[in-house]
């Protein structure tokens, strides 16, 4: 437990940072669920859509260093091929 007053400050601001990065890359796999399941569902117009609003939410994760860039665009990628290989 924290004994003083700035490491219980720390603590707390600790504690609201994980609950929001948490809510935040929650969203992020959410988001690349929508595009796989559109894609199960066969909808190409609706899975290009759902891959655009998905990849903007993968780079902004990215730039607030939630995740490596690197894997936002390797998981960019795997869903582009995916909606890219749907039959029109």
Known sequence: MAN???ARKR?????KANAHNS???SAMRTAVKKV???????DKTAAQAVYRETTSILDRVAD???IHKNKASRN???LSALV???AA
Do not use: P
């Not at 796989?36 to 066969?42: M, Y």
């Open 23 to 25: 809510a935040i890359r």
């Open 76 to 78: 960019k990628s795997r």
């Open 64 to 66: 607030k260093d939630l």
């Open 11 to 15: 603590a707390k601001q600790a504690a």
């Open 36 to 42: 796989r399941a559109a894609v199960e569902a066969g």
């Open 4 to 6: 003083s007053a700035q």
């Open 84 to 86: 890219k290989g749907m």
